[in-house]
């Protein structure tokens, strides 16, 4: 069905009108980056690139930078492996309570960000600091790792599902055992969504603010530097350069994610890469 003109303009108008609506407040934010004078005022005066410089020689923006790139790398790491074990049971296997499994994976997605910190926060209280254990960066990693399983997990169980067993079946038929399969069949077709979804999740874990706040103790992530000081009008500028610069650090990744993703769902390359994988476990 052709669309006529003016349903091709009115679409387009209504497409612009929702990224226009999504992002015109980042916009804004971006361009008080640049504004010259301390309080923001609206037509901005001035502009300056200055309070870059400053906001990279803060140590405190670094100290919140290192240590949310590694909780977020952390996060990720664990959600890879908890995510795609979690995945291949489901999608590979049929037992029952599998679709209770995949409901209660799914759900910590679902629930308000304050419920799963406040369970977090309880739990390092009262079970874990009496045997040694409090705020540190693994509560970060841990409270994290809890909604970026979920990420993981929505990947891999579309793709496993997709790929079907056939040549998983093939490759042991060849006498290949268990972990020949996974490493030269079931991993090959996986490894595109597992490489999207780890962006995601990083993505995901580098910006959450609520569950940090009660997972970091004193320590301050990016988010929650920034969350700390954007009452504070003097740090304003800089607050404003750390944001445009989270923006960037969202948006790359999933980005990434989404050309891969898309990608590679368009080849039939790692089929045909598995089934030689398979002969060569022969051979």
């Known amino acids: 069905m052709t669309e006529s003109r003016t ?13 226009v609506f999504i992002y015109f407040p980042l916009v804004v934010i971006a361009i008080y980056a640049f504004n010259e004078n301390i309080s923001q005022t609206w037509p901005i005066e001035s502009y300056t690139t200055k309070w870059f410089g400053i906001a990279w020689h803060n ?6 930078l290192k240590l949310s790139v590694e909780a977020a790398l952390g996060a990720t790491a664990i959600a890879l492996v908890l995510g795609t074990l979690a995945a291949l049971a489901v999608a590979r296997s049929r037992f029952f309570g599998r679709g209770t499994i995949s409901f209660l994976v799914l759900l910590p997605i679902a629930l308000p960000g304050i419920i799963t910190g ?9 079970v874990l600091r009496p045997i040694g254990i409090s705020f540190s960066i693994w509560t970060i990693i841990i409270g994290h790792a809890t909604f970026c399983i979920v990420v993981v997990y929505n990947n891999a169980v579309a793709r496993a599902r997709r790929i ?6 093939a490759s042991m038929d060849l006498g290949a055992d268990t972990w020949q399969t996974f490493r030269y069949v ?18 995901l874990s580098f910006d959450e603010v609520v569950v940090t706040i009660f ?3 004193a320590q301050q992530t990016l988010p ?40 590679g769902l368009q080849t039939d390359e790692p089929r045909k890469g598995a089934i030689a994988a398979a002969i060569e476990v022969q051979v």
């Open 59 to 64: 140590p405190d923006v670094r100290d919140a």
């Open 118 to 126: 406040l369970a977090l926060q309880a739990t390092i209280l009262n």
């Open 164 to 169: 079907g067993g056939p040549l998983q079946e």
């Open 186 to 203: 079931t991993f090959p077709q996986l490894r595109t969504a597992l490489v999207a979804a780890a962006l995601l999740a990083f993505a």
């Open 7 to 19: 349903a091709r303009i009115f679409l387009r108008l209504g497409a612009g009108a929702t990224l």
């Open 224 to 263: 929650i530097w920034i969350y700390t000081n954007f009452g504070r009008p003097r740090e304003l500028p800089i607050v404003n350069v750390v944001a445009l610069f989270v923006i960037f650090v969202s948006i790359i990744p999933v980005w990434i994610a989404q050309r891969i993703a898309g990608g």
């Open 215 to 217: 997972t970091s103790g």
